[in-house]
């Protein structure tokens, strides 16, 4: 029996404001196991996105317990977290978020400047051939389409080889 | 890619900022080079000066010390004149090893520095002022041929004007402006690299027959067995009421406090300009970082830790006073002979030889110096940068 990637129990997350407050997960139950393909769907404003900054390590949730891979992200510290982060996770922006100074392949090798474990790192020119970009490896993000934006910020997850893909 | 080029690429794309920036640390850099260099340089000039003197004590005529020495300095007339009988009466005092004494005159000559006009200095002297001066040699020609001859010694520098103006040169003849007297050239002496350099030699009589002041000197020059011997030999010269007695050591310790006293008001400008060279890092690196807020936030949200983007802004000050270090040590090194052709316009008084002492230990503290302001001024930025939140930055851009 595969074990659990992710698991999420009673997770909540709310926003607080001067004045409202947002909840956008109200004690929701998830368990991902290793190897598993999740798509998640609802409206806009369902809480999608709160979720994979959750599961992601780049936000704490307001109460419930959270399990990603072995590791509980709400005890971990901000350098744990951004270990977690670089070595395990790999997270394709729903706006994309890539580097405008930098061109496709020098987006895609930022992660390896920040990056500890080198073994497990792919070749970021294969990644962008993988993803049919070997074309527009000097090209900068102005210079690219919402695809190919897309596609880089693919292969900028990839490149450490992260235990799990999120993808907004 | 590496940390370094990352950090470079982020100070190019604001390529106008970086410069000016650049540009700042690199003024502050070179005012902080040429300042230090010119307080080595001038304390080394002036006491090469003073030793080239030869003389380790002056006797010139009643008046400022102070004044009547740094006009022997720079080779100018004493205040007043003195008696030739007071040379002859303290020349067999037991305390002197050598002396020799001088008459310096200045005659106006309408025709010097292209016909704006300027003043040349004449100096009556003796045979025993070459062994006061071991620097002083003959370069060609030979010594007076009598102690009242019509003849002529140039310094280095004068000889070169000389026979380039007027194509003279050892066994010519040169007028004195407003004088009747013509004088053969019949010597030349070797550079000294002091003010000498330029000066005309006569005969000591000579000097006194042609400038009418026979019996007079202004100063004599004397070099005691032992140093420490000064103040009896003074003691033993009090009676003479007209002259006074100048220990060079004093001059020059005078003179280097003045300098001293000039150096804090000069360097406190060097700290203001170093200040506000340190404040534009910071302001530069504190803009970029806010300007860059996305683009930290994304690269802590793809795993760069705290110390990864401290490093990362870190390297950028470190690049910015770099730069502007080497740019400044290379302003200093070929801009320091400006300043000195400045100060030298400016000072009443500037030794010989090189008054900017641009030395490799001295751009060595400099770039170091700046380096460590650099480390110091990139702390905040870097600190403001690491402590961005990724989920803000992300939640922005929703």
Same mark, same amino acid.
């Given at each position: 029996m595969k074990d659990f990637a992710i698991r999420a129990n009673k997770l909540k997350k709310i926003y607080s404001s001067e004045f409202e407050k947002i909840v956008a997960l109200k004690e929701i139950d998830v368990e991902i196991k290793e190897g598993e393909f999740v798509t998640i769907m609802g409206p806009s404003g369902a809480g999608k996105t709160t979720f994979l900054n959750l599961v992601g390590c780049l936000d704490k949730p307001t109460s419930g317990r959270l399990d990603i891979l072995g590791c509980n992200p709400i005890e971990l510290n901000e350098g744990k977290l951004s270990r977690i982060r670089v070595d395990k996770i790999g997270f394709v922006f729903e706006d994309f978020f &890539? #580097? =405008? =100074? &930098? !061109?496709s392949l020098e987006n895609v090798q930022l992660p390896l400047i920040f990056a500890r474990n080198f073994k497990n790192n792919t070749n970021p020119e294969t990644l962008l051939k993988r993803v049919g970009l070997d074309h527009r490896l000097t090209h900068f993000p102005n210079e690219l389409s919402g695809g190919e934006l897309q596609r880089v910020a693919v292969a900028r997850a990839l490149v450490n080889n992260p235990q799990i893909l999120l993808a907004d | 890619m590496k940390f370094f080029v990352l950090a470079y690429k982020n100070l190019k794309r604001r390529k106008s900022r970086s410069f000016l920036t650049i540009g700042g640390v690199a003024v502050a850099v070179a005012v902080l080079v040429c300042l230090l260099g010119f307080n080595a340089g001038y304390q080394e000039a002036l006491t090469s000066d003073v030793d080239k003197m030869g003389y380790q004590v002056l006797v010139t005529a009643k008046g400022c010390p102070y004044e009547a020495a740094t006009r022997v300095l720079k080779g100018e007339a004493g205040l007043k004149f003195i008696d030739e009988d007071i040379y002859k009466q303290i020349i =067999? @005092?037991? @305390? #002197?090893d050598k002396i020799t004494p001088l008459l310096v005159q200045l005659v106006y000559d309408p025709e010097k520095s292209d016909g704006k006009g300027g003043f040349d200095s004449y100096s009556g002297i003796e045979r025993s002022y070459m062994e006061l001066k071991p !620097?002083?040699?003959?370069?060609s020609g030979e010594w007076f041929s009598s102690d009242d001859a019509n003849e002529v010694i140039l310094g280095y520098d004068k000889a070169e004007s000389i026979q380039k103006k007027l194509q003279k040169t050892v066994g010519d003849k040169i007028s004195i402006p407003g004088e009747d007297t013509n004088l053969v050239i019949v010597g030349i002496f070797e550079k000294t690299a002091s003010l000498e350099d330029g000066d005309f030699f006569l005969p000591l009589k000579t000097a006194q027959r042609i400038f009418e002041i026979?019996?007079? &000197?202004t100063s004599i020059g004397i070099k005691l067995k032992? #140093? @420490?011997r000064l103040q009896a030999f003074e003691e033993r010269l009090y009676p003479i009421a007209s002259i006074q007695v100048i220990s060079m050591s004093q001059v020059k310790g005078t003179i280097l406090n003045l300098v001293n006293s000039a150096k804090i008001l000069i360097m406190s400008v060097a700290f203001i300009a170093i200040f506000v060279a340190i404040i534009g890092v910071i302001n530069t690196i504190l803009m970029s970082v806010f300007e860059r807020t996305q683009e930290i936030g994304i690269m802590k949200a793809i795993g760069a830790s705290k110390l990864d983007i401290f490093k990362l802004i870190w390297i950028e000050t470190l690049i910015i006073c770099t730069l502007g270090g080497i740019f400044g040590s290379i302003i200093a090194i070929f801009g320091g002979n400006l300043v000195e052709l400045l100060v030298r316009k400016v000072m009443p008084y500037a030794p010989g030889g090189k008054l900017l002492l641009v030395t490799p230990e001295l751009l060595l503290f400099s770039f170091f110096g700046v380096i460590i302001i650099g480390i110091i001024s990139g702390l905040y930025p870097a600190f403001r940068a690491a402590s961005m939140r990724p989920i803000e930055v992300i939640r922005s851009g929703e």
């Open positions: &890539l #580097i =405008s =100074s &930098l !061109n | =067999s @005092d037991p @305390d #002197i !620097n002083v040699k003959l370069k026979e019996g007079k &000197l032992q #140093i @420490d």
